[in-house]
Every structure is written in structure tokens, then in C-alpha cells.
């Protein structure tokens, strides 16, 4: 089980697990999860392993140890990493034109998980946290940062080039109406075109 809840950790990513939710995917009782988790902090702790379990209200999740952050510094800066996919430029382009936006309406968009993409944008230093969004769970809001504008040559958002020009914005659009129909709801209605593909302005809150 302690595998399985390492698994499922990873496979939650920032967002992490609350107890009752782990609880609830394996069948087991809430205080043996519990004491399951106490359990792999402290072994994890001792055997010296590169990642840690860390609860944050309430919310368990991995994270890697704050003694690495130089190494991991160095792999973002590493220049072999530094050309972007065109996976990772499509979900940059929406969070750019979207912002702030959470990760559900990024891949709402694309049709596929964004997960990993957006934590190597992060990691990129391209994309950060800009707040968080009202809501059940108050998803985090993600917004391009200045090392953003310095990568492509800008000094302020609103110098971006017109959306069509980077993607088929009409195409991605139509694959998120699909994707609404298949879900069996109601898109949500914007005010006009031109204001879906202006830049918004990047709004701050308590999450960050």
C-alpha cells in the first residue's frame, strides 16, 4: 500500500491528495492511512531519498528537498534543455493569452493533460503562480513571468503577436467545444472574440 500511495502522490502532482481521498481509492480506513503516511515520511527521511512527503493543509504531496534547489537550478539553465516542444510552446501560448488561468481550462483547450508541461514551464522559470482562482479547491492560476518576456524578446505582454500567427487558435477551439458537448456541459461564453484572444491582465491573490 505504502507503493500505491507513492504512485498516487506522484500521479496528483502539485494539486497532492487529502487523506480521505486516498482513503477512498485504496478501501482502506482513514487512520491506517494515516499512520501509512507517517510511516513512509520518516522512512523516507531516514533512508535519505531524494523527495520528501509534505502536508500542507491537509493536502499530502511530493516535493523534492529544499538542500537540492542549486542542482535543479542547474538542469533548468542547462542549455541542451533549453529548445521547448511543441507541446510545451502550444500550452505556453494559452496560459500567455489566458492568463490567469488554471491548468483544467489550459488542457480544456489543448484536449490532453498539461500537467508535466506546466511544471517544466515552471521549472523553465517561463510560468509561475499568479494566484489562485475562487472555487471548490481554489485551483492555482498560472501566468507567464519576466523571464517569459526576456526569452522571447519582449518588454511587456501586449507586444505578443496576434494568436493565429503562433497557432491555429480557431482549431483548438473548436476541439474545447467538442470536448464541452462530449462532457454534456455548457460552454463558457466569452464577450467577444477579440477580447478571448487580448492578453488579460495578470490578477495577483492570497495564494500566492
Not at 49 to 54: A, E, K, Q, S, T
Not at 123 to 133: E, F, H, Q, T, Y
Request: glycine share 8%; hydrophobic share 40%.
Amino acid at each position: 500500500m505504502k507503493a500505491v500511495i507513492e504512485g498516487l502522490l506522484f500521479a496528483a502532482g502539485d494539486e497532492g491528495l487529502k487523506v480521505g481521498e486516498i482513503a477512498e481509492i485504496i478501501d482502506l480506513d482513514h487512520r491506517k492511512v494515516c499512520a501509512l503516511l507517517k510511516e513512509m515520511i520518516q522512512e523516507w527521511k531516514e533512508a535519505g531519498r531524494g523527495l520528501r512527503i509534505v502536508e500542507m493543509a491537509h493536502v499530502y504531496q511530493l516535493t523534492t528537498l529544499p538542500e537540492h534547489q542549486q542542482y535543479f537550478e542547474g538542469l533548468a539553465s542547462s542549455p541542451t534543455r533549453s529548445q521547448l516542444s511543441r507541446a510545451a510552446l502550444e500550452t505556453l501560448a494559452i496560459i500567455a493569452y489566458r492568463q490567469p488561468i488554471i491548468r483544467v481550462d489550459v488542457e480544456e483547450i489543448r484536449g490532453v493533460k498539461c500537467e508535466k508541461i506546466i511544471y517544466y514551464l515552471k521549472r523553465k522559470g517561463l510560468v509561475k503562480d499568479v494566484g489562485r482562482a475562487e472555487g471548490v479547491g481554489r485551483p492555482i492560476l498560472y501566468g507567464t513571468s519576466r523571464e517569459f518576456l526576456d526569452y522571447f524578446g519582449l518588454s511587456r505582454i501586449e507586444e505578443l503577436p496576434p494568436a493565429d500567427s503562433l497557432f491555429n487558435w480557431a482549431e483548438l477551439e473548436q476541439e474545447r467545444e467538442a470536448l464541452y458537448q462530449r462532457l454534456g456541459v455548457e460552454p463558457v461564453s466569452e464577450t467577444t472574440e477579440n477580447d478571448a484572444l487580448e492578453p488579460k491582465p495578470v490578477q495577483t491573490g492570497e495564494g500566492n
